[in-house]
């Protein structure tokens, strides 16, 4: 199958180094575009709000970097960051690709354990059942 459009979710991991590898792997000859897709979720505390990751800014660094080595690889690429406050990070992953027309989006399994996924929902978990098109997981590296 040929996808003209895929979104591609990652939080900076290595699943989510995976998933940027699996969609370009994906994307190959049929010359798809790649969206990169990244969620910086804030918390609010006493002075403000800050982001969940404390090295949020070397997870968009890092992420810059990827698709800037796409694009060297001659992939069309380009990256948006989402910034959410309240509500699940899945729902900007979903409303990208719905605003776009996306006809896969990729993404790694989560960075939580199980028990924190149920408690607090996954995010994959999430985009499979709100998304508007495909969700292609790539799990994480056997250990």
């Given at each position: 199958m040929s996808y003209r459009t895929i979104?591609?979710?990652?939080?900076?991991?290595e699943t989510g180094d995976r998933a940027i590898s699996t969609a370009r792997s994906l994307a190959g000859e049929a010359k798809s575009r790649l969206v990169v897709v990244h969620v910086n979720q804030?918390?609010?505390g006493r002075r403000g709000r800050f982001p969940v990751y404390p090295n949020e800014e070397?997870?968009?660094d890092k992420i810059r970097h990827q698709v800037?080595?796409?694009?060297?690889?001659?992939?069309?690429?380009?990256?948006k960051v989402h910034r959410v406050?309240?509500?699940?990070p899945a729902r900007p992953i979903a409303?990208?690709?719905?605003?776009i027309k996306a006809d896969l989006i990729v993404t790694g399994t989560s960075r939580?354990?199980?028990?924190?996924?149920?408690?607090?929902?996954?995010?994959?978990?999430?985009?499979i059942r709100i998304a508007s098109c495909p969700v292609l997981t790539v799990p994480r590296?056997?250990?």
């Open positions: 979104v591609v979710a990652t939080d900076g991991s804030m918390m609010a070397e997870l968009q800037r080595g796409l694009k060297l690889d001659g992939v069309e690429a380009e990256l406050s309240n509500g699940h409303d990208a690709a719905r605003a939580r354990g199980r028990l924190a996924g149920l408690l607090f929902g996954g995010v994959t978990q999430e985009l590296p056997a250990r």
